[in-house]
């Protein structure tokens, strides 16, 4: 009986369901939303313990964690829901007053992104300002690198670069 119901069945699903998702392509503005931010590295006790330390001898560091996820081109629309990408990247943040750029990028990120003045940024905890990035559109560009696995091969990561808040016609072309 169920040999027989098989038959009048449609294969639904094909090879390239199965199939492992692949990188974004290489280049182009993508528009996205940032999908996740992760605090919990910025608290004392637990911050992210490095593979080696740093020059100046650290070997853990606060870090913000955000998650972008991709929709579409930047100005083309969504993506094909045909395509089997990863759409999702984290952004590590490092936060500590040496880490400069990360602090400084992540905070012009919540500032032009999110829209908060300079003045309340300078007197908000990072960990709480960095939140209002959640569900904040942005554009950036994607990169690859190579990187080694634990099992001694290689493999190929890619990066959200250049982030941006987008533009309202840069919305409404993925709406």
């Known amino acids: 009986m169920v040999d027989e119901t098989l038959d009048y069945n449609p294969d639904y699903f094909g090879d390239g369901d199965l199939a492992d998702a692949e990188n974004l392509p290489e280049g182009p503005r993508y528009i996205g939303y940032v999908s996740k931010v992760d605090t919990s590295q910025t608290e004392p006790g637990k911050y992210r313990k490095l593979n080696k330390p740093l020059k100046d001898g650290r070997d853990e560091v606060p870090q913000v964690d955000v998650d972008i996820t991709a929709l579409g081109k930047a100005g083309e629309g969504k993506l094909d829901s045909d395509s089997n990408y990863y759409r999702t990247s984290s952004q590590n943040f490092w936060i500590g007053k040496e880490d400069r750029i990360g602090r400084h990028s992540l905070a012009r990120l919540i500032r032009d992104a999110a829209g908060i003045d300079e003045d309340t940024l300078k007197t ?34 890619q990066d959200f670069r250049k982030i941006k808040p987008a533009t309202t016609a840069e919305i409404e072309a993925i709406q």
């Open 124 to 157: 908000m905890p990072i960990r709480e300002s960095a939140h209002k990035l959640e569900k904040v559109y942005v554009t950036f560009e994607v990169k690859h690198r190579k990187f080694e696995t634990k099992s001694g091969g290689e493999g190929v990561a």
